[in-house]
């Protein structure tokens, strides 16, 4: 079985950073795409940022340029460095990774269960 487990959530003031990090473990033969998802209060779980085996990345339109997303292949871990944070950026922040278990099986996807960011004066 796989585990994601996320850290680096927090209470920040606007203007300020903070850095999540989402490291898998279990039975992993390779990890594909991973990203962060981000859920407000009463909204839809979205896309926040992408990135794939290549370190091809993809943003919201509303981060980009603030935010970063990385990966560690060697730790199978994601990164979100996250700055110049908006109070609209509050939300639980979800990882979420395509893997597969040996050379010849599928993709499975799994979830972090997820960390809170509040971003309040």
């Known amino acids: 079985q796989v585990q994601l487990v996320e850290s680096g959530g927090g209470v920040v003031q606007p203007g300020g950073s903070l850095r999540l990090s989402c490291a898998a473990s279990g039975s992993i033969f390779s990890i594909n795409t991973m990203g962060w998802y981000c859920q407000a209060p009463g909204k839809e779980r979205e896309l926040v940022a992408g990135?794939?085996?290549?370190?091809?990345?993809t943003y919201a339109d509303s981060v980009k340029g603030r935010f970063t997303i990385s990966r560690d292949n060697a730790k199978n871990t994601v990164y979100l460095q996250m700055n110049s944070l908006k109070p609209e950026d509050t939300a639980v922040y979800y990882c979420?990774?395509?893997?597969?278990?040996?050379?010849?099986?599928?993709?499975?996807?799994?979830w972090g269960q997820g960390t809170l960011v509040t971003v309040s004066s």
């Open positions: 979420n990774m395509f893997y597969r278990r040996t050379y010849s099986s599928g993709y499975l996807r799994t």
């Open positions: 990135i794939t085996t290549d370190a091809t990345t």
